[in-house]
């Protein structure tokens, strides 16, 4: 895929706010969008009594102290486990993928940052449930990810190609002294740490799968992948020009000592088109990598990048399409719906149909994402979703729509204030023109009366006002402008 350069000059100095520069709930409904996945009026209220600096610091403290979800009953059971109390392994199997995947959900919606990391890196250490099929391994991959996901990047990369589930689907399970498989060292440079033709040759790769063998011995299906010797290639192998009896720990030391400044260029590559813009700055990267080489601190890079100049910048607002969980995602959060299991599981399948199926990214190079999201099929996909949510949510509670129209308007009794305010809430920028914001608002009008409208007597408190504020809704998730984020 082509990267354009960035039309964003602003440096990685602290952003501080200016007249010129507020701020405001625009900037704030940004890092929500980028760093969650949106938020309440209170969240952006209590954003804007703290400085950015401050906000951000929260934010990614919050993150750190989140610990990972709690182990399932299930994470020891084996085939054999299963078979031994007379029940189905594959009802099971798809029981504990279901309890899981609402897990996963689940986080993604409460744990802000924390729950966008983990989802980041579920993209980037690729992993398909169709292939590994196992809900122990399921969960353990997340476990890793949910670890490492802003800490040390070198010990996540060594956790990670340990996982059962890495290590069936990239064929490390393979791999072993009789047997060369050379499909996970290959995936660890060109996905993983290096960039595809980067830094490594043919033959580093060949002496690297054998420095991965070993760990290709379980006692039964769905039980704890270990190492064992025996399939070791103990013979001496040249990896980035050092010679030696290299085993997985020392690929990853040596990768770490050897190629760090290559590693730590395209990781902070992949941070900035996924969370600033698909156009590239390459000075900031550059300066991004300088930082993250030092230690290869994930949480450390994350802070200077989400507090600069450059993420605040009103160039980096509104650049990113929004995948189908930052769709629904968003609207969840910045509604403040609850909804129920089944209505959940619900949504997690709709994503499916649109192209982000959870646990099963489309191959080992993950969802491309930003405008690989939309075709002519997904776009009609991801409106039904959302007609799906908004209706449901309005058979649930339709009082939810008229608390969030008081809150957004600060209970305003002019219906193109109101309509304005709820769009403010979920497009990253003003709309175009002012008769975009004219034809929402004779959509949020309904069939009220104009003179209730030209007299002052219609308010948010008319029994059709959730009617209103439903349509509007519907109308919006159609604007243009609500794909970005």
């Known amino acids: 895929m082509e990267i354009m350069t960035s039309c964003n000059v602003s440096s990685l100095s602290i952003f501080i706010p200016s007249a010129e520069r507020p701020w405001n709930a625009e900037r ?24 950015p600096e401050q906000f951000i610091d929260s934010l990614v403290d919050q993150a750190l102290a989140i610990p990972p979800s709690a182990e399932p009953s299930w994470n020891s059971w084996t085939y054999q486990d299963y078979i031994n109390a007379g029940l189905d392994f594959d009802e099971e199997t798809q029981n504990n993928h279901l309890e899981w995947g609402l897990q996963t959900y689940n986080d993604m919606l409460d744990h ?98 054998k420095a991965l063998t070993g760990y290709n011995h379980w006692n039964d299906f769905c039980d704890y992948i270990y190492f064992d010797q025996s399939s070791f290639n103990t013979s001496d192998k040249t990896i980035f020009g050092q010679t030696g009896n290299w085993d997985y720990d020392d690929v990853i030391d040596i990768l770490f000592q050897e190629k760090s400044d290559l590693i730590a260029n395209f990781i902070c590559r992949k941070l900035y088109t996924y969370f600033v813009s698909p156009n590239v700055n390459e000075t900031i990267v550059s300066e991004l990598a300088s930082i993250f080489v030092v230690d290869f601190d994930i949480a450390n890079v994350l802070r200077i990048l989400f507090k600069s100049e450059h993420f605040f910048d009103s160039l980096a607002i509104g650049t990113l399409i929004k995948s189908p969980y930052d769709l629904t995602n968003n609207v969840i959060k910045t509604l403040n719906f609850s909804f129920d299991d089944n209505i959940k599981l619900g949504v997690i399948y709709l994503n499916g149909i649109a192209g982000q199926s959870l646990y099963n990214p489309v191959d080992v190079a993950g969802w491309q994402g930003n405008h690989d999201w939309i075709n002519s099929s997904t776009l009609t996909a991801r409106w039904e979703i959302l007609n799906y949510i908004i209706v449901t949510a309005y058979n649930i509670d339709p009082e939810v729509f008229r608390t969030f129209a008081i ?62 504020v439903g349509l509007l809704l519907l109308h919006i998730i159609k604007m243009p402008e609500f794909q970005l984020k």
């Open 112 to 209: 802000g940052l924390k729950g966008r990391l983990t989802m980041f890196w579920h993209n980037h250490f690729v992993t398909e449930l169709d292939v590994y099929y196992c809900s122990n391994y399921m969960y353990r991959y997340y476990n890793v990810l949910q670890t490492y996901a802003l800490g040390n990047f070198s010990e996540f990369v060594r956790a990670i190609g340990k996982s059962e589930a890495m290590l069936l689907y990239l064929n490390g399970f393979e791999n072993s002294l009789y047997n060369a498989n050379e499909n996970y060292a290959r995936e660890l440079y060109e996905l993983f740490t290096l960039g595809e033709n980067n830094g490594y040759t043919q033959a580093d790769i060949v002496e690297t799968s």
């Open 28 to 51: 704030v409904n940004h890092v929500l969008r980028r760093l969650s996945f949106g938020g309440t009026t209170s969240d952006i209220t209590a954003a804007l009594n703290l400085s």
């Open 407 to 468: 809150e957004s308007s600060n209970n305003s009794n002019d219906p193109y204030l109101v309509t304005k305010s709820i769009i403010e809430r979920f497009v990253p920028k003003a709309l175009h023109t002012l008769e975009d914001y004219e034809a929402a608002t004779d959509v949020f009008k309904y069939d009220v009366p104009s003179n209730y409208f030209d007299d002052g007597s219609w308010n948010l408190s008319w029994d059709v006002v959730p009617i209103q």
